[in-house]
């Protein structure tokens, strides 16, 4: 058995992984930015902005969203 590599099954597998991966980056921020790491807040809300997420709200140090 062989894998084609342009198959559309391979293509789409590529774009899975690439959003595993983003949505286990942006877990992973979400936990430091609650435990009120300032960078990984500043990066999720710089991510969330770029990605269309405009309101997203800037936590509180040391305050849990609500």
């Known amino acids: 058995m062989t894998q084609d590599p342009s198959h559309p099954a391979m293509a ?3 774009r899975l992984a690439e959003v595993e991966c983003l949505a286990e980056s ?3 921020l979400s936990k430091e930015s609650l435990a009120g790491n ?3 807040n500043a990066v999720l809300h710089k991510g969330m902005c770029l ?3 405009e ?3 800037t936590l509180t140090w040391g ?3 609500a």
């Open 51 to 53: 990605q269309g997420w």
């Open 55 to 57: 309101g997203f709200p």
């Open 26 to 28: 942006h877990q992973h």
């Open 63 to 65: 305050a849990k969203p």
């Open 38 to 40: 300032k960078p990984a």
């Open 12 to 14: 789409l597998n590529a």
